[in-house]
């Protein structure tokens, strides 16, 4: 947060963020937007471990004909120490009511958990009927950790629960998400809702 980001945060914005913001905003507008029968004054985006918060910044910024509400979540103080000094809010998961929220996203969460399957079920909690999840997170069965193995950067000592997309997809539909779109991209961005 203090010397990484810093010097990484505009090549960022150009590559990483808005690769996630163009894969958030295809989400909204090919299933939230076309599948709904509401017309969405605003849409309230929850970021979940929003780090920077530079992909929310980036998804607002990109998507002002939406009128995008962002609120982001951080438990790592370093990381909110750099929220604040972006002036981006950072608010308290429990502060943000059930079914309240048309998309809440995720990048690079879920292997950092004890037990992703509570925190889908919080993340489901937090969308409205018919909302999305975005995601990503490392691909245990890529070609880079099939090859490398333990040299492979995927899985590391932080990363303490990889799940396969097929255990992904049996915990979400558990809970009742709908896989409506994976995207392969340098790490799995998916999309459910």
Same mark, same amino acid.
């Given at each position: 947060a203090s010397f990484v980001y810093p010097l990484t945060r505009e090549s960022r914005w150009e590559t990483l963020h808005k690769r996630r913001s163009h894969t958030i905003r295809q989400a909204v507008e090919g299933y939230l937007l076309s599948n709904s029968e509401e017309q969405f004054i605003s849409?309230?985006?929850?970021e979940i471990?929003?780090?920077t918060g530079d992909t929310a910044e980036r998804f607002r910024s990109d998507s002002a004909d939406l009128n995008v509400k962002v609120g982001v979540t951080e438990a790592n @103080?370093?990381?909110r120490n750099a929220l604040a000094r972006s002036k981006i809010r950072c608010v308290s998961l429990e502060d943000v009511p059930e079914? $309240?929220?048309q998309v809440v996203a995720a990048f690079e969460v879920l292997e950092h958990l004890l037990k992703p399957a509570e925190f889908l079920e919080?993340?489901?909690s937090k969308l409205c009927e018919g909302g999305l999840f975005v995601f990503s997170t @490392?691909?245990?069965l890529s070609l880079e950790v099939q090859i490398l193995r333990q040299d492979s950067s995927t899985l590391d000592q932080e990363h303490i $629960?990889?799940?396969s997309m097929a255990g992904?997809?049996?915990?979400?539909t558990k809970l009742g998400f709908k896989a409506v779109s994976y995207t392969h991209l340098r790490a799995h961005e998916t999309v459910l809702d």
């Open positions: 849409i309230n985006y929850l471990g929003a780090g @103080p370093e990381m079914a $309240s929220q919080l993340a489901f @490392p691909n245990p $629960s990889v799940m992904l997809a049996i915990a979400a």
